[in-house]
T-cell receptor, first 115, second 116 residues
């Protein structure tokens, strides 16, 4: 079974600075997908970014980018120019490409933005 | 609809009662998923459907939990004889076509269940 580990329960960053959230995962599969979801105080679950394992190029979405290290099974999220609206819980998630459609989530990192 | 909707948003019930949680996916979405999220944890998979067929129910914790999607659209998650340990946020998600690995799952606002 796949597992996802987020070793940073809490992180904080000054507004306008850059922060990196860590995620590692364990799998024996070679083809899979990785996601970062954001959960603001409203408790919605919002997709931030996704990465296909077969792609070597790191995904980017505006101020959000990932550092995907397949051999190390690492998938970190970098948030540049942090804004107050980025304050949220961030969850890393794994999805197999072999039949099982479920997402497996980590335990989350709570990000605080310091004005 | 504009997004995934769930009802009720909050449900308080007494131990031993049955509850039914409803999910209305995004129109046209083939796949529908149920997750449960305890406080301070990430969501955990319960079950999922493609159209009306339940493809995987391996995450349902015991036989008190069941789900259906009879017409391939709205889904109901039913918990019988609720227990305090069932208290959690129950989340529904849908995706356009669950067979694609990059297919995004869009989440609803969740139903917060409290069992007294």
């Amino acid at each position: 079974a796949q597992t996802v580990t987020q070793s940073q329960p809490e992180m904080s960053v000054q507004e306008a600075e850059t922060v990196t959230l860590s995620c590692t995962y364990d799998t024996s599969e070679s083809d899979y997908y990785l996601f970062w979801y954001k959960q603001p105080p409203s408790r919605q679950m919002i997709l931030v970014i996704r990465q296909e394992a077969y792609k070597q190029q790191n995904a980017t979405e505006n101020r959000f980018s990932v550092n995907f290290q397949k051999a190390a099974k690492s998938f970190s999220l970098k948030i540049s120019d942090s804004q107050l609206g980025d304050a949220a819980m961030y969850f890393c998630a794994y999805r197999s490409n072999f039949g099982n459609e479920k997402l497996t989530f980590g335990t989350g990192t709570r990000l605080t933005i310091i004005p | 609809g504009a997004g995934v909707s769930q009802s009720p948003r909050y449900k308080v019930t007494k131990r031993g009662q049955d509850v039914a949680l409803r999910c209305d996916p995004i129109s046209g979405h083939v796949s529908l998923y149920w997750y449960r999220q305890a406080l301070g944890q990430g969501p955990e998979f319960l079950t999922y459907f493609n159209y009306e067929a339940q493809q995987d129910k391996s995450g349902l914790p015991n036989d008190r939990f069941s789900a259906e999607r009879p017409e391939g659209s709205i889904s109901t998650l039913t918990i019988q004889r609720t227990e305090q340990r069932d208290s959690a946020m129950y989340r529904c998600a849908s995706s356009l076509d669950g067979t694609g690995g990059t297919d995004t799952q869009y989440f609803g606002p969740g139903t917060r269940l409290t069992v007294l």
